[in-house]
């Protein structure tokens, strides 16, 4: 995924702000260097995400998408699929999105919490997983897995083979 785009948005909030980039590194508790290649696009800046909008005063959406309204619509599974195939074909349901889930993944799902095991990795037990199948996985990523047929979020660790995918986002409904 190419991270120029947010990198972008958060030199722009920053500069509004009028903040260094250590100074803005010492609010999210980072590097000044790391920030520098957050906004260059050379590093992901998608695990500080919420640590980044609240140190801007902005939204996470605000960093990720910018000033774009536009919205696609992807896969919605509110029940688990034949064969754990999450693909448009398996669903008749869809769900607005952001851009940047799509410019991450263009095979991203959506998945109703009502058909996970809940977590205590999420924040809330009603809601959406918005989850991208071919992210790259680092260790301590939180993924979806199948066990027994049954969905679960879990913490990703190298040894996983049941992982269906990334959990790039969550939904929470209330």
């Known amino acids: 995924m190419e991270y120029h785009d947010i990198g972008e948005n958060i030199r ?8 260094t980039q250590d100074e803005l590194a010492d609010k ?5 260097e790391m920030i520098s290649r957050y906004e260059r696009g050379e ?3 998608m695990n500080q995400i919420d640590k980044l909008a609240n140190a801007l005063s902005v939204s996470a959406g605000d960093l990720v998408d910018g000033d774009s309204v536009n919205v696609f619509q ?10 754990l195939v999450f693909k448009k074909e398996n669903t008749l349901t869809y769900y607005n999105c952001p851009t940047w889930v ?6 991203s799902f ?12 999420l924040s809330a037990s009603n809601g959406f997983l918005f989850v991208s199948p071919n992210c790259e996985l680092c ?36």
Do not use: A
């Open 102 to 107: 799509t410019r991450l993944d263009h095979e």
């Open 28 to 32: 999210v508790g980072i590097t000044w």
């Open 74 to 83: 992807v896969p919605l599974f509110t029940s688990v699929p034949k064969d």
């Open 139 to 174: 260790v301590d990523d939180i993924v979806l897995v199948s066990r027994d047929g049954k969905l679960r979020v879990e913490s990703y660790n190298k040894r996983e083979n049941s992982v269906i995918g990334k959990v790039v986002m969550q939904e929470v409904v209330y």
């Open 12 to 19: 722009k909030y920053r500069k509004r702000l009028k903040l």
């Open 110 to 121: 959506v998945v109703d919490m009502g058909v996970v095991k809940f977590s205590s990795l």
């Open 43 to 45: 590093s992901s800046p």
